[in-house]
């Protein structure tokens, strides 16, 4: 499968932004998704951009996609204590039915009080 | 509501003893994934299944079996556990196309000792 980076972690303070950067491979990729993981949960979908989109928000969520860098990043105004969690980015693909999708690593979110 | 379920939510077994863990969900979804998730390596995709008698294998399907029989269900085997396949599991369900997300279960915690 294609690599999808992202840091291991991030340490924010409360009401300050929080920014998650994730790094793909594929530029076939259809969809980028960002997905959110609390202690003890599943994964649960918080956003996701379309290729050939620049931006997206959604309340205090902001995507924001380079296609020519294949760089996707994550803006969390105003960020909470329950915005804790572990943040995934995926990435898909499809072709001729066939659907993948690749996950990244994972950044782990620390709101500090 | 839309589900996807899990059985068993925790296991610990031994070394070579054979195991299932049952997916099952609600939605009439084509598409079924089975991931394991490791500390510092995010999601690996080990089977899917693009819908009924049709599964392919993903990233890491060594040492894995799954069957597709019925739409609904998706169950992991391990026919000979080690203890390398002691993570954390999760399957998921979408539509095929679109923007439509992955649906997580809740993940199986699997020890084998």
């Known amino acids: 499968g294609e690599d999808v980076e992202q840091s291991l972690f991030l340490s924010v303070r409360e009401g300050d932004s929080s920014v998650i950067n994730c790094t793909y491979t594929?530029?076939?990729?259809?969809?980028l998704y960002w997905y959110k993981q609390e202690p003890g949960a599943g994964l649960q979908l918080l956003t996701y951009i379309f290729s050939n989109m620049d931006m997206k928000q959604d309340q205090r969520l902001t995507v924001l996609l380079n296609k020519k860098d294949k760089h996707l990043s994550l803006r969390i105004a105003d960020t909470q204590t329950g915005d804790s969690a572990i943040y995934f980015c995926?990435?898909?693909?499809?072709?001729?039915?066939?659907?993948?999708?690749?996950f990244g690593t994972g950044t782990k979110l620390q709101v500090i009080p | 509501e839309a589900q996807v379920t899990q059985n068993p939510r925790y296991l610990i077994t031994v070394t070579g003893k054979k195991l299932t863990v049952t997916c099952s969900q609600n939605?009439?979804?084509?598409?079924m994934s089975w991931y394991r998730q490791d500390p510092g390596l995010g999601l690996r995709q080990i089977y899917y299944s693009m819908n009924v008698e049709v599964t392919d294998k993903g990233d890491v399907p060594e040492g894995y079996k799954v069957s597709r029989k019925e739409k609904r269900n998706f169950p992991l085997i391990l026919e000979s556990p080690s203890p390398n396949q002691t993570s954390l599991y999760f399957c998921?369900?979408?539509?095929?196309?679109?923007?439509?997300?992955?649906?997580f279960g809740p993940g199986t915690r699997l020890l084998v000792l």
């Open positions: 939605m009439n979804h084509e598409y």
């Open positions: 995926a990435e898909r693909e499809e072709s001729g039915g066939y659907q993948k999708v690749t």
């Open positions: 998921a369900a979408s539509k095929r196309g679109g923007s439509e997300t992955q649906y």
């Open positions: 594929d530029s076939s990729s259809t969809y």
